[in-house]
């Protein structure tokens, strides 16, 4: 008891430090990076070296002129670059946020169908593998020409967009459901045969909590992937209201205002981490587990 | 059947691997209402194979486990068996006081009569105040202790144990063995108890079952006569290692019968 005593206030501030820390050890990266950046672009521009690629404003624009042009309006009158740029990204948000809860509920309901049958499992894995090695760019203007003629009025046009993020999402989430199901430890499960609990009883007060650490992990790359996945899929489907609508249009630009497509890029970097960090948040509620098994 | 018979094992075989090993041949065995059993021996004796077979969680190859005058499965299904296994298997995303609560979660109890029962039984294995923990947290002993009040909070008949205080260090088992002694009073419930240790065997017992293994089977009954309740004056008491002496021959003879060595090796 005394040394229960003893470790639990332990626990509490090293967690408490960890996050502090944490935050401070991310600021000193991206301080890095920025030094890095722009200390590469320093000696290249200096020296005239041209290896990979010459180095001007064009290929490597300086950090500062990126997060400027931000705050500045791309058509003269018209809004900040941040405010258009965040309103496509609310809209990619949208498309990636339904992409991602029907890509983990269709994961998570195939794992838990193939865990249930070995001949299911050897059966489909091969094929749900093979899913993933289509090229998505391929696929997407399909997808496109299927969905979008049967789709609703209020998911017109961005429903196709977020079935192809779902695409994208399954993936992992199924994989990873499985094998969480399937790590369960066979003491668990006998003594739950002690109790005659019934198969329904076993998935969900058992394997699917046992699961969940793998769960996460999957809803971690599921969530960065959905945003990609979303992107890449307005490109062939013509949406100009997201980041890929920016991102063709300022690709166009890219010789006369390279700033822009970067500041972009910068924008779809923060969604896709604003996705992984409510992941990370709603693990931090959901999963107890000792201390040192959180990521 | 003597009406307080709670298990019954007749002409009991058990074969692994398509009959290829023989971990149980010929197994009779009768336990009592209230009666504590250890079953001692080697490993490979099937020790923990006949309470597995007890406990419905494995099947016989030949004969019948009859278990509160029904078959073992029907005992399983109507919940007769509290487990402990050598791990304390909690799970480890349920507090201590849910870990508790399982089986009751899985019989239907409603939320206040769980939380009373849970009360109760942290309580009785003295871990009160510790019902918000995670197992995690606790140690191997106390673990151990939760794993003890889950067994027991549903009242079972039979308290099946595969050598719960094995993985624990000594002085956590001899607590332990007092404690579970205390328990076994205060609830009357019959325990079958799997170990290697013929000290703890003798002093926790009223009967130890001795088993000789390649086929397993059993080699010898000791009562126990020690008085009740025991103590750790127990321990000291030269009955006491009069039996401890007796069982350590039953095993011994046991062994002895075995086929010699170049037999063995040969198969």
Not at chain 1, 231 to 240: F, N, R, V
């Amino acid at each position: 008891m005394a040394a229960i005593a003893s470790e639990r206030p332990v626990l509490r501030s090293a967690r408490l430090r960890g996050g502090g820390g944490q935050l401070a050890l991310v600021l000193a990266v991206a301080l890095a990076l920025w030094g890095l950046w722009e200390g590469y672009r320093w000696i290249w521009v200096k020296t005239g070296f041209s290896w990979p690629f010459p180095v001007n404003d064009t290929t490597l624009p300086h950090v500062h002129t990126i997060v400027q042009a931000l705050f500045v309006s791309p058509q003269v009158g018209g809004p900040w670059l941040l405010t258009t740029l965040f309103h496509n990204a609310l809209f990619t948000a949208k498309e990636a946020a339904a992409g991602f809860a029907l890509g983990a509920i269709i994961g998570f309901t195939l794992g838990v169908v193939l865990a249930h049958s070995g001949i299911l499992e050897r059966g489909f894995l091969p094929y749900i593998v093979a899913s993933q090695t289509i090229p998505i760019l391929a696929i997407a203007p399909m997808v496109v020409v299927w969905v979008n003629p049967r789709l609703p009025d209020p998911l017109a046009n961005w429903g196709a967009v977020a079935v192809i993020a779902a695409y994208l999402t399954f993936f992992p989430v199924v994989i990873n459901t499985l094998r969480g199901l399937q790590s369960v430890d066979p003491q668990a499960l006998e003594l739950m045969r002690s109790y005659a609990a019934s198969r329904w009883t076993v998935l969900w007060k058992l394997r699917v909590p046992a699961a969940m650490p793998y769960l996460f992990a999957a809803l971690k790359i599921a969530a960065t992937a959905s945003v990609v996945g979303a992107i890449i899929g307005e490109l062939p489907s013509a949406i100009s209201g997201g980041l890929g609508g920016a991102i063709i249009n300022f690709a166009q630009y890219y010789s006369f205002q390279p700033q822009n497509l970067w500041a972009t890029n910068l924008i779809a970097a923060l969604l896709g981490i604003a996705f992984f960090l409510v992941i990370v948040f709603v693990e931090r509620l959901v999963v107890h587990r000792p201390p040192e098994e959180l990521v | 059947m003597s009406a307080n018979e709670v298990v019954r094992v007749e002409g009991v075989s058990k074969r692994f691997a398509r009959g290829a090993v023989t971990a149980l041949q010929s197994i009779d065995l009768s336990i009592v209402e209230g009666e504590f059993v250890s079953l001692i021996g080697p490993s490979g004796c099937g020790k923990s194979t006949l309470l597995r077979l007890i406990g419905d969680l494995t099947e016989p190859t030949e004969g019948t486990v009859t278990v509160n005058g029904k078959s073992a499965r029907r005992a399983r299904v109507d919940r007769d068996y509290g487990i402990v296994f050598q791990d304390a298997v909690l799970y480890d995303w349920r507090t201590v006081a849910k870990n508790v609560a399982l089986p009751l979660e899985l019989a239907g109890w409603g939320r206040a009569q769980r939380a009373e029962r849970v009360r109760e039984m942290l309580r009785l294995v003295e871990l009160d105040g510790f019902e918000s923990h995670h197992p995690w947290e606790l140690s191997g002993g106390m673990q151990q202790r939760v794993s003890i009040a889950r067994a027991l909070s549903f009242s079972p008949s039979i308290l099946l144990m595969d050598e719960p205080f094995g993985a624990l260090d000594e002085m956590t088992r001899e607590r332990l063995n007092s404690e579970l002694l205390r328990i076994w009073e205060t609830t009357g419930s019959t325990v079958v108890f799997v170990t290697h240790s013929i000290a703890e065997a003798v002093f926790l017992s009223t009967r130890v079952v001795v088993m000789s293994p390649r086929p397993g089977r059993i080699a010898n009954v000791v009562p126990i006569d020690l008085a009740q309740p025991r103590t750790a004056a127990t321990r000291e008491d030269p009955r006491y290692f009069e039996l401890v002496t007796r069982v350590r021959e039953a095993l011994h003879i046991g062994s002895d019968r075995e086929e010699p060595l170049a037999r063995a090796v040969e198969r």
